[in-house]
């Protein structure tokens, strides 16, 4: 019964640093989204998802790349780490995006630039 | 001005007691709403989601919608203090790009 999962759970990086933060989902879900989430800002969208191969921009996606190479997989790539990117990073996937259609979010990735 | 407006919070309230949590927005296209219930050092869940204008009760929970005014509503009643947590309000006109979430308030139950 594991939903989506995310790696890691915690990580500080340095300035100039890159990592990818995994997230894998085993509902066979089309979709899959990138968040983060600011004190006082709400989640925002990074990247999603609607299949294998296909990933497209959200609201802030300056500083991340994506790739689906499998319907399981979408792992979130920092290339050069800034504080800017200090916050917590959503995995989430749903079936469609039809009404009422439910989001099931991973537990969250807290990530500290420093 | 933000899409979707949420009192950060935090509200504190006795158990038992009737909570009323609120969002406005900005965007008339927007179709469908959203409440998501965010524990700490959690993801969010879904909680409820209404269409359009009106009222939708599921146990303890009722989610209210006035299009005309633009304004979402969250009732709980009974609080219990598991309740305790942070509550979203979301909107989208129908595309997973255009969901908008509020920033969320904080609700405290208390014994």
């Known amino acids: 019964n594991a939903g989506v999962t995310q790696t890691p759970k915690f990580r500080i990086l340095k300035i100039g640093q890159s990592m990818t933060l995994q997230c894998t989902q085993d509902?066979?879900?089309?979709?899959m989204y990138w968040y983060r989430q600011d004190p006082g800002m709400g989640l925002k969208l990074i990247y999603y998802?609607?299949?294998?191969?296909?990933?497209d921009k959200g609201e802030v996606p300056n500083g991340y790349n994506v790739s689906r190479s499998t319907t399981e997989d979408f792992p979130l790539r920092l290339e050069l780490a800034a504080p800017s990117q200090t916050s917590v990073y959503f995995c989430?996937?749903?079936?469609?995006?039809?009404?009422?259609?439910?989001?099931?979010f991973g537990e969250g990735s807290w990530l500290t630039v420093v | 001005q933000k899409e979707v407006e949420q009192d950060p919070g935090p509200l504190s309230v006795p158990e038992g007691a009737i909570v009323s949590l609120n969002c406005t927005y900005s965007?008339?296209?927007?179709?469908?709403f959203m409440w998501y219930r965010q524990y700490s050092r959690k993801g969010p869940e879904l909680l409820m989601y209404?269409?359009?204008?009106g009222n939708k009760e599921d146990g303890r929970f009722t989610a209210q919608v006035d299009k005309s005014s633009k304004y979402i509503s969250l009732f709980i009643r009974d609080s219990q203090p598991s309740d305790s947590a942070t509550y979203l309000c979301?909107?989208?006109?129908?595309?997973?790009?255009?969901?908008?979430f509020g920033t969320g308030t904080r609700l405290q139950v208390t014994l």
């Open positions: 209404t269409y359009s204008s």
């Open positions: 965007n008339s296209a927007f179709q469908y």
């Open positions: 998802s609607v299949g294998a191969g296909i990933t």
């Open positions: 979301a909107t989208y006109t129908g595309t997973a790009s255009k969901l908008t």
């Open positions: 989430a996937s749903s079936y469609t995006t039809g009404p009422g259609n439910t989001i099931y």
């Open positions: 509902m066979n879900h089309n979709y």
